[in-house]
């Protein structure tokens, strides 16, 4: 199998790179992997990539490495109506099938793709300037972009950028949605995803976000210090949005109410606006830390204020792993079995989670009974060793059908 990447999985430091490793590890187990991937490069990754090649080269002793280059990424309110007009209205395909820079990332696929029973390739804007194998390939789409990039632009303003962009997005679900003509099998995230292709769901399996199910035997936290928490990477909008809301909107009300109470935002690579928010007394910004777990522990509530993304949301599996009760929004929860009020509480808006943080700290035994009753939801379905048992299964079988493996 060749088994193609956007980015290093380890250190297994976010989301990503979490999910990534695992599926690695499914498909060592399932035969021989060839390891073919992207690395962020400069002196700001090196102590980060000698670990992470390393880890790598465990299971992959012949991965091969290729510096990535980042793209440029539009913004609609920054960008003229001439830029929007070339890029998105004239230019072929969608922008992210085009921007993205992977061509050496393809070129060393071909090398070996004529040899490799199967061909495993994470995101679709890799996957797609390699169809010409897609009669053995399976793709990863853990997100959808055109999902992704639609809730974000609701609500906007019309003008005829946005109009434009409105027209890429269009171009780029088009795709996504042709994606399965091309490729063996689509993988996804929760049974909701697989919706996204309706007639073709033989075609498609559903891979869940897991948690390390070592957590479930760490008992239930007692904290006296009424604190919340954040857990995600801050250097990515959706979650940087959401920290700066909860912080600017609902803190305020929240502290009338309980001086003490404290907003920890714990995550990589913190950008400087969530940076300014750490006020050294009630609001801290722990970025880069080397075990979120011991943070979540220290804290009374887990907060997940998501109005935009894809895919299922580690931080939640994690937060109720490690005992912690969770606020999340309705796409914060997205993909994961679990129900309002019985395993956690709902909230979107500023006054909803000033109201469900208020709830879960007047009465702890609410938040301790929703994280006992989700702990039994999660522990059979969303462990990382079960999703590796079942996927390593979903390979093999896979890899017996094709033609000469």
């Not at 090649?53 to 539009?74: K, S, T």
């Not at 793709?113 to 300037?129: K, N, Q």
């Not at 479930?216 to 936290?221: D, T």
């Not at 005992?323 to 993909?335: D, L, N």
Request: net charge neutral; proline share 6%.
């Amino acid at each position: 199998m060749l088994f193609v990447a956007h980015v290093l999985p380890f250190p297994e430091n976010t989301g990503t790179k979490i999910r990534l490793a695992n599926l690695l590890r499914a498909a060592c187990a399932a035969g021989p992997v060839k390891f073919i991937g992207f690395i962020d490069q400069g002196p700001a990754h090196d102590v980060e990539n000698e670990e992470g090649v390393r880890q790598l080269r465990e299971l992959c002793p012949d991965a091969e490495l290729i510096p990535r280059r980042h793209a440029w990424w539009p913004d609609v309110e920054r960008d003229s109506l001439k830029w929007a007009l070339r890029n998105y209205v004239f230019a072929p395909g969608a922008y992210v099938f085009r921007e993205f820079s992977c061509a050496p990332l393809v070129e060393a696929v071909r090398r070996y793709a004529d040899d490799a029973d199967v061909i495993w390739v994470e995101r679709l804007w890799i996957a797609h300037h390699l169809r010409e194998f897609g009669h053995k390939m399976i793709v990863d789409l853990d997100d959808i972009e055109s999902v992704k990039i639609g809730r974000r632009m609701k609500g906007w303003k019309l003008s005829a950028p946005v109009l434009a962009a409105w027209y890429d997005w269009w171009k780029t679900r088009r795709t996504e949605r042709k994606a399965l003509e091309a490729f063996q099998r689509a993988v996804v995230c929760s049974e909701e995803d697989t919706q996204f292709w309706p007639g073709q769901r033989d075609k498609v399996w559903v891979v869940p976000n897991g948690f390390n199910d070592d957590l479930l035997k760490l008992p239930i936290p007692a904290n006296s210090v009424p604190r919340v928490i954040f857990v995600g990477t801050l250097a990515y909008w959706p979650n940087v949005e959401g920290v700066l809301m909860f912080a600017r909107k609902v803190m305020p009300s929240l502290l009338a109410r309980f001086p003490a109470l404290e907003f920890w935002i714990v995550g990589r690579g913190p950008l400087d606006e969530v940076l300014a928010l750490d006020n050294g007394g009630n609001i801290r910004v722990f970025g880069d830390v080397p075990d979120v777990v011991e943070y979540l522990r220290q804290c009374s509530v887990s907060i997940v204020p998501l109005r935009v993304g894809g895919g299922t949301r580690l931080k939640i599996l994690e937060s109720i792993g490690a005992g912690v009760p969770v606020i999340t929004t309705a796409v914060g929860v997205e993909g994961i079995s679990l129900e309002a009020e019985k395993h956690y509480l709902l909230a979107h808006g500023p006054q909803e989670f000033g109201a469900a943080v208020t709830r879960l700290l007047e009465a702890p035994a609410l938040g301790r009974a929703q994280v006992e009753s989700a702990r039994e939801v999660i522990a059979g379905r969303y462990t990382w060793r079960a999703i590796r048992e079942e996927l390593t299964g979903l390979l093999r079988a896979f890899r017996g059908l094709r033609p000469g493996s």
